[in-house]
T-cell receptor, first 112, second 113 residues
Framework: NAGVTQTPKFQVLKTGQSMTLQCAQDMNHNSMYWYRQDPGMGLRLIYY???????DKGEVPNGYNVSRLNKREFSLRLESAAPSQTSVYFC???????????FGSGTRLTVV | AQKITQTQPGMFVQEKEAVTLDCTYD???????LFWYKQPSSGEMIFLIYQGSYDQQNATEGRYSLNFQKARKSANLVISASQLGDSAMYFC??????????FGTGTSLTVIP
């Protein structure tokens, strides 16, 4: 099925470990986004890529890096995980800003 | 500054009744878009409805309608004939500058049989 695929779905990290969250979409969308969702905070934008080859910081970029590998793939990297990064992470994509996002199913990350 | 405000942390509605979920927004851009998403307990985010700032008529999608009052900067979601499956978190969002989307903190809706 066409859509946004995120891997992994669940992950537990120890403080200081690194990991990369993968996101791929097969809808030929130009823009891709990474959000985190915390209780009572809604969704907050970490980084986004308006088009292939560009990335920009969102509201909460500290502690994260991203790579727009090609038009399909947009990865999020935590270089040194901290307990404050325990959250649910969503990847999303959209063809243009007029359309709503298509979201991935989310990654539940726990940092202990 | 661009901001979305949802002031109702939780709402209850009787099955088959209508319910309105409130959303106000703040932007200085003349062109913007407003969206509603549903997040059931399974966690996925489901797009419900879209309203453009220049749209003259309120958007409707099946049992969902968006009550857009531009002067008041409000974009309330109306769900008619509530069903048990409507129990979920609902998020209002706005497309702002740079193609960024801003989300509210959400409203938890519980439909009572």
């Amino acid at each position: 099925n066409a859509g946004v695929t995120q891997t992994p779905k669940f992950q537990v990290l120890k403080t200081g470990q690194s990991m990369t969250l993968q996101c791929a979409q097969d809808m030929n969308h130009n823009s891709m986004y990474w959000y985190r969702q915390d209780p009572g905070m809604g969704l907050r934008l970490i980084y986004y890529s308006a088009s292939e080859g560009t990335t920009d910081k969102g509201e909460v970029p500290n502690g994260y890096n991203v790579s727009r590998l090609n038009k399909r793939e947009f990865s999020l990297r935590l270089e040194s995980a901290a307990p404050s990064q325990t959250s649910v992470y969503f990847c999303a994509s959209t063809p243009t800003a007029t359309y709503g996002y298509t979201f991935g199913s989310g990654t539940r990350l726990t940092v202990v | 500054a661009q901001k979305i405000t949802q002031t109702q942390p939780g709402m209850f509605v009787q099955e088959k009744e209508a319910v309105t979920l409130d959303c106000t927004y703040d932007t200085s851009d003349p062109s913007y878009g407003l969206f509603w998403y549903k997040q059931p307990s399974s966690g996925e985010m489901i797009f419900l409805i879209y309203q453009g700032s220049y749209d003259q008529q309120n958007a409707t999608e099946g049992r969902y309608s968006l009550n857009f009052q531009k002067a008041r900067k409000s974009a309330n979601l109306v769900i008619s004939a509530s069903q048990l499956g409507d129990s979920a978190m609902y998020f209002c969002a706005m497309r702002g500058t740079g193609n960024q989307f801003y989300f509210g903190t959400g409203t938890s809706l519980t439909v009572i049989p």
